[in-house]
Each structure stands twice: as C-alpha cells, then as structure tokens.
C-alpha cells in the first residue's frame, strides 16, 4: 500500500528580515524545519496551517500567497511514507509571544520545540534539515538575489 504523507509549512519573515525556524526532536531525532505540520483527514491546507502555527507557536497568522509545492519524491524520514509539502508565506496577526532561541537545539526541560530567528542574509540550507526544506532555502535565497538587483 502506497502511503502519501501531506504537511503544509509556513515561511514567516519578520520586520527585521529575519525567517522563523522550528528546532524539534521527535522519533529519537532532532530536526530544524520551517512551522508546520501534517494536514489531518478532513482538513483543508490553510486551515491545516492555522492549526499548527495556533497548537506549535500559539499564535494566528495569515496566509500570503503560495510558495512551493514539492515537485520530486521524498521518502519520510519517519515512515515509509511519501512526503508531499506545501509551502506558504505568512504573516503574524500579532506579535508571536514565544521565548526566542538563538542557538539551534537550545530546549527548555521537557520541551521538545524551540524557535529561533534567523537572518535572511545568513540563511543557508544547512539551517534546516530534510531536502525539501534545503529546496525551499535555496529558492528564497534566489528570490532574494533576484530582488537586489
């Protein structure tokens, strides 16, 4: 049985230029990866992604525009199912409340997720951790070539 894994992702950059990346361990794993999560039976995408900014950064956000939907195959690493990602820019409603990171991997006890910013201008794929996230990096820092000159 074929077995499609399908999560949304949001790409928030601050006032400051900044991006939001999410530090997690699960599945005796520790991750870097852009807010999101899986969409759940019965569950549109941006309501999927409401759902996860609201249950991981207890914050609303709105949805920009679409940014990228994976185009190659993408064994999970968790699973043997086949991961398909979508990516959407968004903003906050309000000020996110959460205590900021500044080193990857920094947990508070007992809390397997923290969040950091980091600069656009100092991002690199290796910030986040699985390849369709690298993707993402590397088409944002194109994006943001494209746009100085």
């Excluded at 996860?52 to 525009?65: D, G, P, T, V």
Aim: net charge negative; charged share 25%.
């Amino acid at each position: 049985m074929n077995n499609f894994n399908v999560r949304v992702y949001g790409l928030l950059i601050n006032a400051e230029n900044q991006i939001l990346i999410s530090d997690e361990q699960s599945g005796g794993r520790s991750f870097s990866k852009f807010p999101g999560g899986g969409l759940e039976y019965g569950e549109g995408l941006i309501d999927a992604l409401k759902r996860e900014f609201m249950e991981e950064c207890n914050a609303e956000i709105e949805i920009l525009s679409h940014f990228y939907t994976t185009d190659f195959y993408e064994k999970s690493s968790f699973n043997d199912s086949q991961i398909i990602s979508i990516y959407y820019l968004v903003r906050e409603v309000s000020e996110l409340k959460l205590n900021f990171k500044t080193k990857a991997m920094d947990f508070d006890p007992g809390i397997l997720q923290a969040f950091r910013w980091i600069d656009l201008d100092a991002l690199t794929e290796n910030d986040v951790t699985f390849k369709t996230d690298k993707t993402v990096v590397n088409m944002l820092l194109s994006l943001i070539a494209q746009s100085a000159d």
